[in-house]
């Protein structure tokens, strides 16, 4: 896998007009694909100017999945990304709800506390978790 | 239009959907498509023009190795395919066919997507002048 053979990747509109900036946002409705999502959002700074390479995502993508399958759930899934000023940002997924809140918050302390490395690139990688609300 | 002396890519899917995850485990099947829309409901008592927060669009193309300049545009569409008003773009984008590779494969997040009235509309793909790939649904 390298980075020549996907990419995912966030896109804003190119060409909006003032009027069109005022627009108001509305939700789409309701359907039986909504679901509770329990994210990580994985913060990288640092990069080239060039940016990060995909491989380096997904060298860091990886190794917070392989961590969060070795605390009993499934694995991460990739949500979303956005790239900015030497920045990327990766939202992670567990598609397991049971005990994801107590597994996403261990990987974000490992990853603070440094006991967790991503990647072999020279990058800050913090994290932040969102964890919806017990109802 | 492509960087290079190259044909356009061809598009084999253009799909539009609420959502799409990738498996960082299954690399070989990574991507999942989440609500394929064929007709985009609004919450009620939505009043046009909107902003729908996101709209994800997946695409697959294959060609002749290179890099090709891309655009994707949302717009309101009449019967013939003509857009009504203002279409919005997303790009350029810059899609590369790398050498030994059967088919690419992208996932766009579009964010804000501007959507004019109820009616037909479109997500189309561009290449230069070249329209490679279009896609409709109703909202």
Partial sequence: MTADNFEMLELHPANLTEEQKKWPVVKLRA???SRVAFQLVLHLTGAPANGIGFEVLLE???????????????????????????????VLETSRTEGAPERLTQLAARLTSGE???????LVARCELLIPPVA | MSFGETSPPVVR??????????????????????????QLQLEAGA???V?????????????????YEIWIELAAVDGEGEVLGEATSYGPLVLRVPD?????????????ARLLRFGLHEVRVWCGADLLAREEFVV
Avoid at chain 1, 116 to 121: G, I, K
Avoid at chain 2, 51 to 67: M, R, Y
Wanted: proline letters at 4%; aromatic letters at 8%.
């Fill in chain 1, 31 to 33: 359907s039986a694909e």
């Fill in chain 1, 60 to 90: 860091a993508g990886r190794a917070l999945s392989d961590a969060e399958r070795a605390l009993g759930g499934v694995g991460l899934q990739l949500t979303g990304r956005r790239t900015g000023e030497r920045t990327e940002t990766l």
């Fill in chain 1, 116 to 122: 967790l490395v991503l990647t072999a690139s020279p």
């Fill in chain 2, 13 to 38: 899917h253009l799909l539009v959907c609420r959502r799409i995850s990738y498996d960082l485990n299954a690399p070989g099947a990574a991507y999942t498509l989440h609500a394929l829309i064929t």
């Fill in chain 2, 47 to 49: 009043e046009f023009p």
């Fill in chain 2, 51 to 67: 902003v729908v927060p996101e709209l994800w669009a997946f695409l697959q193309v294959f060609g002749e190795v290179g890099e």
């Fill in chain 2, 100 to 112: 030994g590779v059967w088919v690419v494969n992208r996932a766009y997040r579009l964010a804000n």
